[in-house]
């Protein structure tokens, strides 16, 4: 024990009480000794008083008034924190949906967005959370909410424009919206149903759209289309149809050939296409499959790029086009891939003026760019032959023929060929037609025209160079 204390308290005491019997100097000293005294009293007052930590108080807001009627199952919560003898640094929360649950969470945050998974058409879950001080110490008696859960059944439609063609071939596609109050991500998955609903083929739920082939039923004959979402719960949505109410027809290909009617008239100004191409073709390889896409066009770029790849051999001939046509749009898509699928195409065109000023839109064709526009071509006018694909496949048999203008050809391109790619007809000096070579594997598999061909048969020898084309070139 020190005794220490004890002593220079009594002197000062002394001093305090008979200041005649010492000094005046023993008298200052008292009086310090005193004042010491007292500041070691007060000290050791203060040392014994100890100021408890108190813990911080916690609170949960949400957006609702009143009773909480059963919610969604995404929850927006907003929480606080209090404390008064310090400040709060996080809180810990957790969701019980059981007594048992124990992992809690720690956050930094004051609100977040929470899914809750549902089984059924009800649940409960309890939100939990404590606010936590600078000292560690948590709220023992932790903000608490109960949110009754209640599923809401999905919702799905037609994305808008998708209808599905009167006539298709062995592919097509659908394509529709989804969504779920209880959040997109409880959609667990669809199911879709081709001609009767007896038989379902489940797909992710995060699928928006989907393409059948033959392998999926798509057989020639009528049909319809069936689809719903179902969600985490079970819940299944409302069953949609397409077409709505009414079948489409699927027809079956014949052979390898596919002849596009991408033409928009057939009069005597145009110069019957349909007719031409359709009798020639008839007349070089027998049956060949028609598809009128100025009628039958898909809005789905991958149900028209898949109906092309059914085929070996393409003939598509078309009108004046602009960049933004949707079926030019669709052939940079699907003929890059038709070609690397081992296809053939003979792709015949004609550009509206000012074409080919953003971007390069003709880098799926062997054409480099536009070079000259001529306004007017006009009748019995010659498109010389080239020999140079003599030379490029080895085969001095193979002799073009010199093709002459039936008609006037108003508005129309020369074109600057890509490297390798071979010239098949001139006019003028300028470059028309020309054969190209595949990227990928090195064949000569596509025919460019930028003039109509129908009306380039002033001699009746068209027929001669398509022979060419299709049985040598493309054998």
Not at 223 to 241: E, P, T, W
Not at 343 to 372: H, M, R, W
Not at 447 to 472: R, T
């Amino acid at each position: 024990m020190d005794l220490s204390g004890i002593k220079y308290r009594g002197k000062a005491m002394a001093l305090l009480r008979e200041p005649s019997r010492y000094p005046r100097r023993f008298l200052l000293i008292g009086v310090m000794l005193a004042f010491l005294v007292l500041w070691e009293v007060c000290g050791e007052h203060h040392s014994t008083i100890y100021n408890e930590n108190l813990p911080p108080e916690t609170s949960i807001f949400i957006s609702s008034s009143g009773v909480l009627n059963p919610t969604q199952s995404v929850q927006v919560i907003s929480w606080d924190g209090r404390d008064q003898d310090g400040f709060v640094i996080g809180f810990y929360y957790r969701w019980k949906s059981d007594l048992d649950s124990t992992e809690w969470i720690f956050t930094k945050s004051y609100s977040d967005t929470f899914e809750l998974s549902i089984s059924g058409d009800t649940a409960s879950y309890t939100f939990q959370i404590k606010a936590i001080d600078d000292d560690s110490l948590a709220d023992p008696t932790p903000a608490s909410q109960l949110f009754p859960i209640k599923n809401t059944i999905p919702e799905i439609s037609w994305v808008t424009n998708s209808r599905i063609p009167d006539t298709t071939f062995t592919v097509a596609s659908f394509s529709w919206k989804a969504n779920d109050l209880d959040g997109d991500s409880t959609i667990t998955y669809f199911e879709w149903a081709l001609d009767d609903t007896t038989n379902w083929t489940r797909i992710s739920g995060l699928s928006r759209n989907v393409t059948l082939h033959t392998e999926n039923g798509l057989v020639e004959g009528e049909h319809c289309f069936y689809l719903r979402a179902v969600d985490i719960a079970g819940a299944k949505s409302k069953i949609i149809r397409m077409p709505e109410d009414a079948t489409w027809y699927v027809k079956e290909p014949i052979g390898g050939y596919l002849l596009v009617d991408d033409y928009s008239s057939e009069t005597v100004g145009s110069g019957y296409p349909d007719k031409y191409y359709k009798s020639t073709l008839k007349s070089l390889i027998g049956d060949f499959n028609y598809w009128n896409i100025e009628e039958q066009f898909p809005t789905s770029i991958t149900q028209f790029t898949e109906t092309l790849k059914l085929f070996d051999r393409i003939i598509w001939y078309t009108d004046l086009i602009m960049e933004t046509d949707d079926h030019f749009i669709a052939a940079q898509v699907a003929i890059p891939e038709v070609l690397d699928a081992g296809g053939k195409v003979i792709y015949i065109c004609q550009f509206n003026t000012g074409f080919g000023s953003q971007g390069d839109p003709l880098a799926f064709t062997p054409v480099d760019a536009l070079e000259s526009y001529y306004s007017r071509i006009s009748s019995a006018k010659i498109f010389y032959p080239q020999t140079d694909i003599q030379v490029a496949l080895s085969d001095t048999s193979i002799r073009l023929p010199e093709l002459k203008t039936t008609t006037n050809i108003f508005g129309t391109y020369s074109v600057t060929p890509k490297e390798g790619s071979i010239v098949l007809y001139r006019y003028d000096g300028k470059v028309f037609v020309i054969l190209g070579r595949n990227d990928n594997t090195r064949e000569y598999d596509m025919v460019f025209s930028g003039a109509p061909l129908h009306l380039i048969n002033g001699n009746n020898n068209l027929k001669d160079f398509l022979n060419i084309i299709l049985n040598d070139v493309f054998d």
